[in-house]
């Protein structure tokens, strides 16, 4: 008896939390809505909040940061929505341009979760575009009837859960062994829209919203006027479009833009209003134009390039969890020694620079960079270069995996602790891996990793092998070119006997 009264306890609390999170009290709504509070579809959709809604607030009050962000902008939706269907009772139906109008509030919140995700990827970019894209299942409110281009109320909900849930589901594979607060947060997140608002939608608006017949009118947008002291609004056109006079024959105005280069064309008259161009004017006689180049633009030059296009250059730590490594060119002295292994380095757009990592880190991403050196001591779970060009990284201590994705050449320094590193290429090519000598000398040994592959269909199945050029290989293609040669020396010598022959008979 009293865990159940525990219970009721603290589902009241939480329902009590949800409306206050929400915005949305009975003294917050217009006059006479307070009536319309009580209804049994507002109550429902308040039972909706407290139950789902809450639970998805508290899974991502114990993530925090951008998961509690975007899950602040759904409860602020849901609330919204709340407030529509409040209106909608005492509303009468608009047309198209008011419904728009009306629906405008609801339109801003989605667009702002949307907004989160844009950008640079996040690390919670799955989250974000789970909880964003599922707020489109609200749209169920702008259901009009069968002719207004949308899905059934139900469908709809439905239709907008399946944009989210493939995000949804990249969270819960992501997390399912890691963190169990996102798991609860992402199975929270579907429970609310199925079964929660589906449900819901189901029980009281299976065909819609219902509009009140003796309502008031849906506001249309509204005109701003200008604040006092602004400048006032432009004048109209001229007078001369909306003129009663009769108009003249368009051949009687000059022409303008391109009828006017046409029409001058037309007249055969090209060339009267060009320039002659002396032998003065022209670029090889000229003295103030020169080939060589000063030694203040090379400075210029120089100095300038230390600025990516792409951005400003960035050494920082981010939340303290993510080294970011941007856009720097031409440095050779980069340095992260105030590191541990729960960090992670992300080093992206970075041309003829060296970056050293004193220190055991998670993860190293080497992502779009040029003519890159990275040095780094121990990594915990992987090392990663991706879309690079002439890259250079060495493991001075260990390293379980190094992959290598869509790179053009890459030189690869094993210690001798990394020497059981697993490596893995894809849409790679000029991949080297040097690893220390056998002796004490401190020479290093390189191996090139193959990049063509043979395909055999043997039992069933295709059997891969690297290609390999071996001396016996070469040796045989040496064979056929002298034999394919001595034929056609043969062939030759034959020709032109017969052709002596002949032309001697002729003799």
């Known amino acids: 008896m009293e865990g159940k009264l525990i219970e009721r306890l603290e589902a009241a609390v939480a329902r009590l939390e949800a409306l206050s999170a929400g915005g949305i009290s009975a003294r917050g709504l217009p006059d006479g809505s307070v009536e319309v509070a009580s209804d049994p579809s507002i109550v429902a959709f308040d039972d909706l909040m407290a139950q789902y809604v809450a639970r998805v607030s508290g899974a991502a009050e114990k993530i925090g940061g951008q998961v509690l962000d975007v899950t602040k902008i759904l409860l602020e939706a849901f609330s919204v929505q709340k407030k529509l269907l409040i209106e909608i009772k005492q509303t009468q139906k608009p047309d198209m341009a008011g419904l728009a109008e009306f629906l405008k509030p609801l339109n801003e919140v989605i667009m702002k979760a ?78 609310l829209y199925l079964p929660g608002l589906r449900d819901y939608v189901k029980s ?107 951005g400003p250059p960035k050494l920082e730590l981010q939340m303290g969890r993510k080294w ?63 879309n690079c060009n002439g890259v250079e990284v060495q493991c001075q201590g260990s390293a379980p995996t190094i992959s290598v994705d869509n790179t053009s050449g890459c030189q690869l320094y094993l210690s001798k602790d990394s020497l059981g590193a697993s490596i893995t290429t894809a849409k790679s090519s000029e991949i080297n891996v040097l690893v220390p000598a056998a002796g004490s000398d401190g020479d290093w040994g390189e191996h090139s990793l193959p990049q063509q592959y043979i395909h055999v269909f043997k039992d069933g199945q295709f059997e891969t092998t690297p290609v390999s050029h071996s001396g016996a290989f070469l ?33």
Not at 254 to 264: D, I, L, T
Not at 273 to 289: E, F, S
Not at 357 to 375: A, L, P, R, S, W
Not at 498 to 504: A, I, L, P
């Open 114 to 191: 949307n907004a989160m995700a844009e950008g640079r990827r996040s690390d919670f970019y799955n989250h974000l575009k789970s909880a964003g894209d599922s707020l489109s299942a609200l749209a169920w409110i702008a259901y009009t009837g069968k002719d207004c281009g949308m899905s059934m109320p139900i469908a709809h909900v439905e239709d907008g859960w399946q944009m989210a849930e493939f995000y949804n589901n990249k969270v819960l594979v992501e997390y399912r062994n890691k963190d169990p607060n996102h798991v609860e947060w992402a199975k929270a997140l579907k429970e």
């Open 204 to 310: 009281h608006y299976p065909l819609g919203p219902v509009w009140s017949a003796s309502g008031k009118k849906a506001s249309s947008a509204p005109s701003k006027a200008p604040p006092p002291g602004a400048p006032a609004p432009p004048p109209p056109p001229p007078a001369c479009l909306f003129s009663s006079e009769p108009s003249q024959p368009s051949s009687s105005h000059p022409k303008q833009g391109m009828a006017a280069v046409f029409q001058e064309i037309n007249t055969g008259n090209v060339t009267a209003g060009l320039k002659k161009v002396t032998t003065d004017m022209k670029t090889k006689n000229r003295t103030d134009r020169t080939g060589v180049v000063s030694a203040l633009e090379k400075e210029t030059r120089s100095s300038s390039s230390s600025f990516s296009k792409a």
């Open 324 to 386: 970011v490594v941007e856009n720097q060119i031409g440095r050779k002295n980069l340095v992260i020694d105030d590191c541990d292994a729960k960090q992670s380095v992300y080093v992206f757009g970075c041309k003829d620079s060296v970056l050293q990592i004193q220190g055991k880190v998670n993860n190293i991403t080497i992502d779009k960079c040029t003519k890159m050196g990275v040095v780094f001591q121990d990594v915990v779970a992987a090392c990663e270069i991706v």
């Open 475 to 507: 040796r045989f293609n040496l064979l056929i070119y002298l034999d394919v040669l001595e034929t056609r020396t043969q062939r030759w010598i034959n020709w032109k006997e017969s052709v002596g022959e002949t032309w001697r008979g002729s003799e």
